[in-house]
């Protein structure tokens, strides 16, 4: 067994499709199911797991397999991008000799591919000629094998792909078996085909047993850290997980939340796999203005899926081609499969959270403002007039909770149109002293004549903005709102 390994019971959830004629995906047509566990997926017959990089796919199959071997069942781990050209090297946990004896067994057995991105990395059909091989030498076991595939949602097709491993890995249930599962709802029937799972995000209980099992004595000031920081999105994954106790472990304190965004992008824009940074190089500097790019286009025209360049014809998302011209499409595909964005469902990829693609955006922007010449052209874009009044452009005040913290003109002219900003993201601890004094008074005045704005009553965003640097004028305000009820929380 792994001594790395840390078992926080990950769970899943299905994903299924309503019937569909190609690989372009629609999210109208995206349906979750239940949460499953381990123990779901192994029951059944046919599994394919999508997550992004870095979400600990592979470590929770391999231990799945370790798990059946310990058992004593016939369980085999193997790699997919070796199948094709030499299937006796392709086992890592079991081997040649063992799933040969299994064949000749009348055992079930399971057998956990992994995985489908690898097998694409050097040609598009490496993975068809993985899944053919596989079945030839499977045939006379199939109706007994369990097997899960697991994948980066950009390199899994849900029509191609699974028509593929239908026709080829198909699973045919007994009758008497099929009988009994008419009383069972749909979603639970073991009916042969495969059933598409994401692996779900780690929650505080898992954050919390990771951190004891990395060397975090007491993980409450930890949690209590990550909360302060609303900094949950940042640690949703194991791979993020991990910097982030080493962090905590070196500095006894994990940042603000400015410094978790920068440190989170810069993890995930780079490769850390060897094989695939030389498959699809790209440098990190390459990767960092990609993404800005990206990230703007699909805030400006309100876009939040990327289209995956693979041939197909797709014509859903954003056409990475048209926002980086100059690149071609190997350099678009290695940016897309870096863990910045998540796993494309279905040969469409999202950046891994809302807030990332809003704080790259910022920096795109601040780009255009070092260059004076274009000051005039992105105040256009943020601000404009409406009746006679200066206001901010609604689609960008997610934006500019960033950009107040990178461009002083910006945030005296976004500040001063509209105070309460401050609360709606970003780190406001990262602005002036002054700046948030100022704030601080100007809202409790509102606050006080009962104009209350939503975001000011948002307790995370009030969490984000105090500190005990303005500890004192706090005090001084609840003296003199002492008997403002509205404002008791607040202060």
């Not at 979750?32 to 999508?50: N, Q």
């Not at 709606?424 to 004549?449: Q, S």
């Amino acid at each position: 067994m792994s001594e790395d390994y840390i078992d926080l019971e990950r769970t899943f959830h299905e994903l299924s499709l309503k019937s569909e004629e190609n690989d372009e995906f629609n999210f109208r047509n995206l349906l979750f199911g239940k949460r499953l566990s381990w123990t779901d997926l192994l029951a059944g017959y046919r599994t394919v797991i999508l997550s992004e990089a870095g979400a600990g796919k592979t470590e929770e199959i391999r231990h799945s397999t370790q798990m059946l071997r310990q058992e004593g069942k016939a369980a085999f781990f193997l790699r997919l991008e070796h199948i094709a050209d030499d299937f006796d090297i392709a086992f890592e946990e079991g081997n040649l000799a063992e799933f040969e004896q299994w064949l000749a067994s009348y055992e079930e057995g399971w057998l956990f591919l992994d995985s489908v991105d690898e097998a694409r990395l050097r040609e598009p059909q490496d993975f068809e000629r993985a899944v053919r091989k596989f079945a030839t030498r499977l045939s006379v076991a199939l109706q007994r094998a369990h097997i899960v595939l697991t994948s980066r949602g950009t390199a899994w097709r849900p029509v191609t792909d699974l028509k593929l491993c239908q026709q080829q890995l198909r699973y045919i249930e007994p009758a008497q078996v099929a009988e009994e599962n008419q009383k069972v709802d749909a979603i639970d029937k073991l009916d042969g085909s495969f059933r598409i799972v994401a692996l779900d995000d780690l929650g505080a209980t898992q954050v919390e047993k990771f951190a004891r099992a990395k060397g975090v004595v007491d993980p409450r000031p930890f949690i209590d850290a990550i909360e302060r920081a609303d900094g949950w999105s940042m640690v949703a994954r194991p791979d993020d997980l991990t910097e982030l106790v080493e962090y905590w472990n070196k500095y006894n304190r994990i940042g603000n939340r400015l410094e978790l965004m920068q440190s989170s992008i810069a993890r995930r824009l780079a490769e850390r796999d060897q094989n695939r940074e030389e498959a699809l190089p790209l440098s990190i500097a390459d990767a960092m203005v990609g993404a800005r790019c990206v990230a703007a286009a699909a805030t400006m025209i309100q876009e939040s899926t990327i289209r995956v360049p693979d041939g197909s014809g797709n014509t859903k998302g954003i056409a990475v081609a048209a926002v980086l011209p100059d690149w071609d499409s190997k350099k678009c595909i290695a940016l897309l499969a870096r863990p910045i964005f998540d796993e494309a469902i279905y040969q469409t990829v999202r950046f891994h959270h809302r807030t990332v693609r809003e704080y790259l955006t910022a920096e795109w922007l601040k780009g255009f403002l070092d260059r004076e010449t274009s000051r005039r052209k992105v105040e256009s874009l943020l601000f404009r007039e409406q009746y006679g009044q200066t206001v901010i452009v609604p689609i960008m005040r997610p934006i500019l909770v960033w950009l107040i913290l990178m461009d002083g003109k910006i945030r005296e002219r976004a500040l001063t149109l509209s105070p309460e900003l401050i609360f709606e993201g970003g780190e406001p601890k990262a602005l002036p002293l002054e700046t948030r004094l100022k704030i601080l008074r100007d809202v409790c005045e509102t606050m006080h004549t009962d104009i209350v704005r939503g975001s000011t009553n948002d307790y995370r965003a009030v969490q984000r903005f105090a500190d005990k640097d303005i500890a004192p004028e706090i005090k001084a305000l609840f003296v003199k709102y002492a008997s403002s009820d509205e404002l008791q929380w607040f202060l």
